[in-house]
């Protein structure tokens, strides 16, 4: 969505750029949903779902063979929207981001990505209620670390062919 509060935001109009920029790009790590989620878009997990639908039709517009880990975003923290943590949030934003892997599943099945959901491996930082803190950066990280790894033994990674 587009956020009114910042420029630049929106993925589907940035991520063109970024794939276009970071030539040749081996592999496309994709985790992006959780600023959906905000109370003023009063949206649904199948609303986010159809933007990522569209993300991944972009980047394989780019290289119809490129890896694709699509990955839906941590759950959000109980009371994120409080007062003295993000009041962009609130209940209904934590019911929203707790039902994303659901969907980011049926979209990775339904467009051949491969998926992992965050929320099984990291949890919101206690400071705010919503980003990963180093703990969960770290959990995260080995988490994509051993799934590339495996792409590598399985051979999913090939040498970049000219667009």
């Known amino acids: 969505f587009d956020d009114p509060l910042r420029d630049g935001r929106r993925g589907t109009e940035l991520l063109s750029v970024i794939l276009e920029t970071h030539k040749p790009v081996d592999v496309v790590v994709l985790m992006l949903g959780t600023n959906d989620c905000k109370a003023a878009y009063e949206t649904t997990p199948e609303k986010i779902g159809v933007g990522i639908e569209r993300l991944l039709d972009q980047i394989w517009r780019e290289r119809e063979d490129l890896p694709v880990l699509l990955i839906s975003p941590i759950h959000l923290g109980k009371g994120v929207g409080e007062e003295g943590f993000d009041t962009e949030f609130n209940e209904a934003s934590e019911a929203v981001s ?38 969960g950066h770290k959990a995260l990280s080995q988490a994509v670390y051993q799934i590339v790894k495996q792409w590598e033994k399985e051979n999913v990674l090939k040498e970049e062919r000219a667009v």
Do not use: M
């Open 98 to 135: 707790r039902k994303l892997a659901k969907e980011y599943r049926k979209v990775a099945i339904q467009k051949r990505a491969y998926f992992l959901d965050a929320s099984t491996v990291a949890k919101p930082s206690v400071t705010d209620r919503e980003h990963l803190d180093e703990i």
